[in-house]
């Protein structure tokens, strides 16, 4: 097995015909942390709702019920993506992407109710969306 590695930190090519991208290793892990940062903001949003700075009328549109179900599916399925990403799924960057807009767009609507994780995690989403674009199309993470 031949390997050619570039610096610079773009990507190695191999005998097997594809190219190693650490972006897109990155933005698999990246996908699964903010994911989990998602579950437990689901989690956090279903049971106690006395945790947030805002009450329910100043969030918009739902109420923390609503938000924590919308949290809790949108960050399982976005550590399922994650996982795709690591495997080197092109459906999985796809799908990331879109993903992290929800997050990025919801966490945009949550803002009153935790602004400093809000745009924390709107920060990290836009950045999950660069690695996902970043790489080349047949990059894969290893």
């Known amino acids: 097995m031949t390997t050619r590695m570039s610096y610079g930190g773009r990507s190695a090519s191999t005998s097997q015909g594809y190219r190693i991208s650490g972006w897109l290793t990155f933005a698999g ?83 009153a109710a935790f602004p400093l994780w809000s745009v924390l995690t709107i920060a990290l989403c836009i950045l999950l969306m660069y690695a996902l674009i970043a790489p080349p199309p047949g990059a894969r993470g290893d």
């Not at 998602?38 to 609503?66: E, P």
């Not at 795709?84 to 799908?95: D, P």
């Open 29 to 111: 892990v990246l996908s699964i942390v903010v994911g989990a940062f998602n579950v437990i903001d689901g989690v956090v949003a279903l049971f106690k709702d006395s945790y947030y700075v805002a009450n329910s009328n100043q969030i918009l549109v739902f109420d923390f019920t609503a938000w924590g179900w919308y949290w809790l599916v949108l960050g399982a399925l976005q550590i399922v993506v994650g996982v795709g990403i690591l495997t080197g799924k092109m459906w999985a960057r796809v799908v990331g992407v879109l993903f992290a807009f929800l997050a990025a767009i919801g966490h945009l609507a949550f803002l």
